[in-house]
Structures are given as C-alpha cells and as structure tokens.
C-alpha cells in the first residue's frame, strides 16, 4: 500500500490543485501538503527496508488487464527504493521553489509537478513492463506542458524537440517490450523476463531496442542534444526535475532491463556503452567549459556527469555499479542544487548569461556561500557526494583496464575548470553593474531550499553508507545475474 | 403461429425499433414548428435509447450466442450487438454536437434527423449482415444517406464537390465490391457468407483452380479499402472530410467506419478464412501504406479537417495491422488477440474520431468555422477544461498513454509482433512517430501561443457534458482498459 500511496497522493493532490485553481488561496498548500504527506509515505519504505535482502519489497499485485495478463504490480529493491525517496523529496523542494516565483497559470503549475511527481515514483516501483511504459511515458506529458507554458523564449522548440526524441527512444522500447512478451509465453512481469534465455543476436537487437529509449532519456552522447535546450528554456523547477529526477529514468531503465534482461549482449556491446559514456565524460566536459549561459552549463555538466554512471554500469563489478547509482543520487541532489541556485539569480535579474553577472558575492554573500559548496560538490571534490560516486566508479574502472580510468578522471579536472571558472566570474570580481548592486540575498523561502540540499550534499558526502549499505544486496544479486550468460 | 414469428425475429428487435422509428420521424417532424427542432431531436435520441435497450435485451436474452435469421441472411452475435453499440452512441452524441451548429447555418431541416437515422439503419444491416447481399444492400443504404448529407449545405461549392466525389467514388467501390462478389459467387455458386466459407474449405482440399476466388478477392479487398478509406483508395476521404459540414464528417468518421470494419470482418475472417494467406498480404501493403502517407501529409495541413481525414488514413491502417496478424503459418491461435485488438481499435478510434469533431463543432459558431489550426491558438487561456479535453484526445489519437489509444496501438502491435510481422510494427512505430509531431502542434497551440482575437464558445450544458464524458472516456479506459478489452474478445471469440 506505501508504494501506491506514494504514486496517487501526489496525482490526486495534483487533479485537487487543478480543481482548485488559481485563485484560492489555499492551493499553494494543498500542493505542499500533497508533496509532504508524498514523502512522509515513502519513510517508512526505508525504515521497513531489508537491506539484506536483494528481493522485490512493498509487493503490490493486483491484475490490471487480463486479457493481455498485465498486472498493477509494483516492488522496490534496494536499487529502485532510492530514486522513490530522491523523487519525493525533491518534489517538495520544487513546489517550495516556485512558490512566488509563478504567476501565470499558477495552479497549473504546481499540477503538473505534483502529477509527474507521481507519475516517476511509479516508474520506479513498477514491476509490469506495461506498467512501466505507461508511467515512462506519462511523464513525458507534463513536461512537455511544463517546458512549452513557463518556460524562455525559444521554449515551444525546446518542448516539442524533448517530446519528439524521447518518444522516439519508448516506441522502439516498446517493441521490444512486446517481443519479449510472445517470447515468453505472455508475461509483462519484469522479473520473469531475468529468467528468459535469450540467444545472442536477439538479444542485440533487442539491446538497441532498449539502448534508444534509456540513452535518450539520460542522455548519452550522441543523442544529448535536446537537453541543452530543454533545460535552458525549462523554468527553474523544471529544470531542476529534468536533471534530478527524469535523466535517472534511463539509467535506472538500463540497470533494470538491459543488464539483467540481456546480459550477454550487455557484455558484448558494452565497448560500446563505455566509448559513448567516455565521450560524454571528456568531450561534453570540454563542450561545458565554454558555456556562456548559465543553465545551459549546468545541462552539459549533467551530461558529462551521467555519462558516469553509464560508465559505471558497463564495467560489471561492484564499484562500478554502486558508483554510478551513488552518482545518480548525488546528481539528482547537487544539479537540483545548482539549478534552484541559477533559477535564484534569474528571479532577480531574468538573465542567464555568465557575462551579465560578476561581484555577486558583495550583494549576496549567504547566496554565495551556499553556491559554492554546491559548485564544490559538482566539481567533486571530497566530503560532498559528487566525490564518492565518482571516486568509486573511477575504482571501478582501474580494476578495468588504466587507460579508462585515466580518461575517466578527467573529469574531475574538467568538472573543477567549468564550474569553478563559471563561479569566478559570476560570484567574484568587481560588481559588474548596477543591477547586481541592486541584488537582494536569499529569503527565508530561498535558505529553507538550499540548506535542505546543502544537508543532503555533505551528508552523502562524509557518510554514504546509508545509501550504499541499501543498495549493496540488490547490486551484488544483480551482478551475479549478469555474469552468467542465458542464451 | 405470430408468436413463433416473433420470438424468431426477436434478435432483430433494435433493426425494427429503429426502422419504425425512423419512419415515425419523418412524419412527426411535418408537425414540428420549431426552427430549432428540438423536438424532433428528442425524438430521435429517444429513439435511440430505444434501440440500444433493444439491443441490450437482445445480447440478455440471446447470452451472446449467434443467431441466423431470415433464411440465413442476417447475423446477430456478440461482435454485431457491441459494434451497434458504439454506432449509436456516435450517432446520438452527433445529434447532442450539432443541432445548434446547424441551426445557426440554417441547414437543420427535418431530413438531417431522418438521413441520420436511416444511414444508422444501414450501417446496422451492413454490422449484421450474413450474406452478400445484406451486406450489398446495407452499404447502399448507408451510403446513400451519407452522400446527402454532405451535400446538406446545398449553396456551398465544396459540400457540393465533396459529395459529387463522395458519390461517384462510392459508386465505383460498391460497384468494384460487386464484382469481386460475383466472382466469388461464380467460384462457389452461393451468397451466404458460411456457405461460401464452407464451399471454398471444400475446394481448397481438391485440386480446383483457385484463380477465380483470388480474383474476386482483389476486388472485395478494393472494395473494403475504399469503405475504410485506406491507401490506394483514400483520395476521397480528405475532401469529403473537408468539404462536407463539420456534423456530417464526425458522422462519416465515426459509424461507417465501424460498419465498414464488420463488413471486413464479414468478408475476409468469416467468409475466405482459407484464403488468408492471399489476404492478409494484401491488407499489409495497404496498412503499411495508408500509415505512412496519412501520417506524413497530415503534417503538411494547416486545415484541422483535413488534418483529422489524414489521421484518419493512419489510424485505419494501423487498424490493419491487427486485422492481418490472425493466421500465422498454417494455425489461428493468434486470432482471437488479432481481431479482438483491431475491434478494440475501431471502437478507440470511433471514440476519438467523435470527439474531435464534437470539439470542432463546439469551437464554432454562427459565421465562424473552427477549422484551422489557427483556430485553436490560446485555448488554454480562453477555456481550459475545453483545451484539457482537446489535450487528452490529441494525446489519445498520439498513441500516448495514460489514454486509451495507447492500448488500441499496443493491442494491434502486439498482434502484430505475435504474428511475427515484427518488421511491420518497427515501421508503424516509427511512423506513429511522425504522426506523434503534428498531434503534438494542436496541443502546442492550444496551450503555449496567445489566442488572437476573443471568440466565444456558445454555452451548451447538455453539449459540454457528453463532450465532457466523450474526452474523460478516454482517459478512464486509459487507466482501466480491462472491461472493454475483454468485451472485445469475447466479441470475435464467438463470431
């Protein structure tokens, strides 16, 4: 019942926001209370989780549509549970986020987070492949609504390009969703498809089947390029879901299709996997740095750094995996960070561009105290969670081969040149002009956001066992699974 | 002896309620001074109700099974009940959707109600029919209605145009439809759609040249695709949708498709299963066809009409899809998941295809027809539930779920992949892609331009309630789909 109470609260309470509308004065708190009683279910699912166990918890099976045998079936392991709770709580800081910051079609707004808030927690618990393709796909509806009404000028192409690429990558998905359903005698459930012996070629095709929904969705290289543009004309709160929350769609998709389902052809086509993932490590680094608009550094920066945890996954060990998933956590806290912190500076001035701002530190010091713990954390450095995911995975990596892991740490050279150079110039320096004079320091509303993340950030980063002592079993289980070969 | 005779016919109850109904109509109607004839379209649904309750006694009494009546010319089975169903419904919300709509154009006369009912009548015959020739006499009746209600609005050129083409194409197919009959009727000397099923096993297991009956079958196969309104045969679908007025092409796109679906059913499964090797070939080139060229012209219209006729093309193919995947190397395991997920599919489409048109009516008004893209520019703004309801439809038609034509195009590529035409629905997929842009730029302008100039929506509370129902319908059979899915399989298990 957890796992349904955390997929309807927040859609009902949206559907509730919506009949509302604008102008009562009490919708604003029917989403927040619909976005906290949201996460105060999802406690319970860690306090009652078996970290020792790598089994589906919180079962819910109900049939759904029978002719097809289709069923309302939803589970969380130690890999799925944590994008639940991450999702949740991030749904929270976002309708804090926008609370004044909106003033077209307000209730509008707030529906739209709140249903696709419940929308995600149920891709994540879902174990029926159809159940999956409709909560993947459902997202994709608010977001389109929520990038083309609120968001910058050049926001329709940004919102038609995000739809169009990543339904592209679902329809080939789909297909071979229904593929393996004749080929196993009629079963959506996702965990009878582990079981299913697959010989080799199918299993590439169907790998490439998979591999354009889920690398669309993180984004890997060479189909990053709607990201960019959705998140620069997405509004803050957006922006801030794309990157937390809708990018760990693919990911998660490949560690719960693709690894398990296909292991053999993973194994086979994982050069690959770690090339695209390289590339997006060390030539989207390079692409980021010379970034003039804010947001649109911090989209690439998401590139780069997803392109971890796809590395991660594809080097089949125990670091490997556990990084990349670490790495998603981390991101969906320190990008959801740095863009609130972006969406900050846009409330006051409506710019985006690094050259506009410069001194921001003389108007704004607790802005920029906060910011650049954020900045830190993106850069990797130790003792914020950006460190631990991709010290791990770069572990993981050398017991791969040298060379990898050197490409791979790049990135923390990288990472610290784009992001502490964007820092320089728009915290630092003379004031730049008159209206960064004129610059109010963050209110209460503001500080309540940021120092949640700030929290999360550090806590991640000086003590992650709570995470990783979660995910450990369902990792080691999903390892052993991929490591035998089922043609 | 009158008893007997009535317990006999008693499957054909809804045919006769509505026959005599029709015909009431017609005279009560001279009595009707009102010029917005409110009257008469009261009794036209209640004559409706009427039928549906019939039909629904009929489905109580019967428990579903089949019944053969009139010496084997008539059929009434599950499929024929469920189908008539939905053509009721679509008829009756056409009357809710464009009385007001006619009335400001002054072509609401008493023939509108009338034509309605009797093409109703056909299409019900054509559902049920059982032999050739019901099937021959149900389409005329049907067409012939049709063909004068798009020239309704007698003073414009394109109704005009659109029912010259609609006509003289229509004659040509029936007469293509004839042929093909005949020929059939040469190779197996009968009419009846279970004789010749029977006669053509019969001959398929001696040595006798098949070259008759696949002649015939192009012919049948030509005629049904004109009906359909699939590629090669589509070129009149976009004009008559065009051209004709807005309430006599959400009529157009809803029953008749319906009708033309069970007379493919009729036709193909129920009289030539042993030719459906020859068949199912045939219906994948067009399938394969109709998707694409509907979806990539739809992109190019900038007329909402025409947009929806081209969609209408995709959708009709994609429809196929599920009509062709019944009998897979020598066996029909994969019959019932085949023709119950097309079923499924006509019925989505006959949904969606309503409502769309019900929203096009609805955004007109005197001298104003919405029928541009333009047209919707800002809805969001002006009227929000009208623009939700658009969205859920467009999204719907897009194949997106949580609505329900995601699970008609997953249906059908499920028959379709089980059937092993896995390269058949990489291509569909793909193309329903394309057809995911243009779906796509209705909502975009409904929900992210400014609406320029203020129009109004005329308030209609009976009208924004079945629009209403007609949009949520969709999103409820996206999230519970079960029921209908079922019904429609237990329609073709028995057919």
Known sequence: ???????????????????????????????????????????????????????????????????????????????????????????????????????????????????????????????????????????????????????????????????????????????????????????????????????????????????????????????????????????????????????????????????????????????????????AVAYIGLVTLVQSDMKRLIAYSSISHMGFVTLGFFIFNAYGVEGGLVQMISHGFVSAAMFLCVGVLYDRMHSRAIADYGGVVNTMPKFATLMMLFAMANAGLPATSGFVGEFMVIMGAMKTGFWLALVAATTMIWGAAYTLWMYKRVIFGVVANDHVAKLKDLNLREVIVLAALAIAVLWLGVYPLPVTEVMHASVSDLLRHVAVAKQ | MNATLLVDHLPALPEIVLLVGACALMIFDLYVKHEGRAASAAFAQVVLYLCAAATVFVVWGSGGNKYILFNGLFVADLMSHLLKLVCYLAVSAAIVYSRSYLADRGMLRGEFMSLLLFSLLGMMVLISAASFLTIFLGLELMSLCLYAMVALNRDSATSTEAAMKYFVLGALSSGLLLYGMSMIYGATGTLGINEVASEVARQAGSTAD??????????????????????????????????????????????????????????????????????????????????????????????????????????????????????????????????????????????????????????????????????????????????????????????????????????????????????????????????AFYYLRVVKLMYFDDPVGASTVRTQPVGRLVLSANGLFLLVLGILPQTLMLLCVAAVERL
């Open chain 2, 210 to 435: 098949r070259s008759f009956l696949v002649f015939g079958l192009v012919f049948v196969v030509a005629g049904i695709a004109f009906k359909l309104g699939v590629v090669p045969f589509h070129m009149w679908i976009p004009d008559v949708y065009h051209g004709a007025p807005t309430p006599v092409t959400l009529v157009i796109g809803s029953g008749p498709k319906v009708a033309a679906f069970a007379m493919a059913v009729r036709l193909l499964v129920n009289a030539l299963p042993v030719l459906a090797p020859d068949w199912q070939q045939m219906l994948a080139v067009l399938a394969i066809l109709s998707i694409a060229l509907g979806n990539i012209t739809a992109i190019a219209q900038s007329n909402l009409k025409r947009m929806l006729a081209y969609s209408a093309i995709a959708h009709m193919g994609f429809m196929l899809l599920g009509l062709l995947s019944g009998f897979v190397q020598d066996n029909w395991l994969n019959r019932t998941d085949a023709y119950g997920a097309a079923l499924f599919y006509m019925i989505i489409y006959a949904v969606m295809s309503v409502g769309a048109f019900g929203m096009l009516i609805f955004l007109s008004h005197a001298g104003f027809e919405c029928e541009n893209l333009e047209d919707v520019r800002g809805l969001n703004r002006r009227h929000p539930w009208y623009a939700f309801l658009m969205l859920l439809i467009m999204f719907s038609l897009a194949g997106i779920p949580p609505t329900a034509g995601f699970y008609a195009k997953l249906a059908v590529f499920q028959a379709a992949v089980a059937a092993g035409h896995v390269w058949l629905a990489v291509v569909a997929v793909l193309l329903s892609l394309v057809g």
């Open chain 1, 1 to 279: 019942m957890l796992l349904s109470a955390a997929i309807w609260i927040p859609l009902a309470a949206g559907v509730l926001v919506l009949a509302v509308g604008d102008r009562s004065p009490f919708m604003r708190w029917i989403a927040l209370a619909g976005a906290l009683l949201g996460f105060l279910v999802t406690i319970p699912l860690y306090t009652g989780f078996d970290a020792a166990s790598s089994a589906m918890q919180f079962e819910e099976m109900k049939p759904w549509i029978s002719p097809f045998n289709i069923n309302y079936h939803l589970g969380v392991d130690g890999i799925s549970l944590l994008f639940v709770l991450l999702n949740s709580f991030i749904t929270i800081l976002v309708v804090i986020a926008g609370w004044t910051v909106i003033e077209t079609r307000t209730a509008q707004y707030f529906a739209a987070f709140l249903i696709m808030s419940g929308l995600l927690n149920g891709v994540f618990s879902a174990l029926d492949a159809v159940l999956f393709y409709v909560f993947f796909e459902g997202t994709l509806i608010p977001m389109f609504i929520i990038i083309g009404i609120w968001g910058g000028p050049n926001r329709v192409y940004a919102a038609v390009k995000f739809f169009l690429y990543t339904l592209f990558g679902s329809l080939l998905m789909l297909i071979a969703m229904l593929y393996l359903y004749s080929k196993s005698g009629g079963s959506f459930a996702i965990l009878d498809w582990h079981k299913l012996p697959l010989p080799l070629g199918v299993q590439i095709a169907l790998f490439f089947g998979f591999l354009f929904a889920f690398a669309v969705k993180v984004p890997m290289w060479p189909v990053h390029t709607w990201l960019p543009d959705a998140h620069t004309e997405a509004p803050t709160g957006g922006s801030v879901v794309l990157a937390a929350i809708l990018l760990k769609l693919g990911a998660y998709g490949f560690v719960r299709f693709s690894l398990p389902i296909l292991p053999d052809a993973s194994r086979e086509l994982a050069w690959l996997m770690v090339a695209l993932s390289l590339i």
